[in-house]
């Protein structure tokens, strides 16, 4: 079930995800310096059930665990960011948590920039050299008519 979104919940769904998604030394490349920062949550590492859903529709079940590191974070000005990033990177689910509280200053136009895009960019790359490797491996099936069928 899906919930009705204000355009500003959409944009930070969308800028979580593409921090909670990028690699973590790449991220660390694109964010060296951190500001100045309190740990409103510290970083804890801990897992979460994955559902799956048949054909995308289906009844959900119980996929597995998966490992996950959250935290928050409230810059200097009051900006409070979170994150949650698979595995158990510590240092990535700070920084995320980082850029997310940057997104909500007046910097984020500079964040959008320097970090966000990149890794949209990236992350599009990645996506289509998967989907031309897996449209390699295509195979077209199909029926022909047999004399007796006709």
Excluded: Y
Excluded at 132 to 146: D, G, P, Q, W
């Amino acid at each position: 079930m899906s919930t009705p979104s204000h355009p500003e919940t959409a944009a930070r769904r969308d800028w979580i995800s593409a921090l909670a998604k990028a690699r973590p030394e790449r991220l660390a490349a694109l964010m060296p310096d951190l500001p100045a920062h309190e740990m409103l949550r510290a970083p804890e590492i801990g897992t979460i059930m994955v559902q799956g859903r048949i054909s995308g529709t289906g009844a959900p079940f119980n996929l597995g665990e998966m490992t996950v590191t959250r935290c928050s974070v409230q810059l200097a000005g009051g900006a409070v960011g979170h994150a949650c990033v698979q595995g158990r990177d510590k240092a990535h689910a700070t920084r995320a948590a980082i850029a997310d509280a940057l997104m909500q200053t007046d910097i984020a136009p500079r964040i959008e920039a320097e970090v966000l895009t990149p890794l949209r960019a990236e992350a599009a790359s990645t996506r289509a050299t998967r989907s031309a490797k897996a449209a390699a491996t295509r195979v077209e099936f199909f029926t022909m008519l047999r004399g007796e069928d006709a």
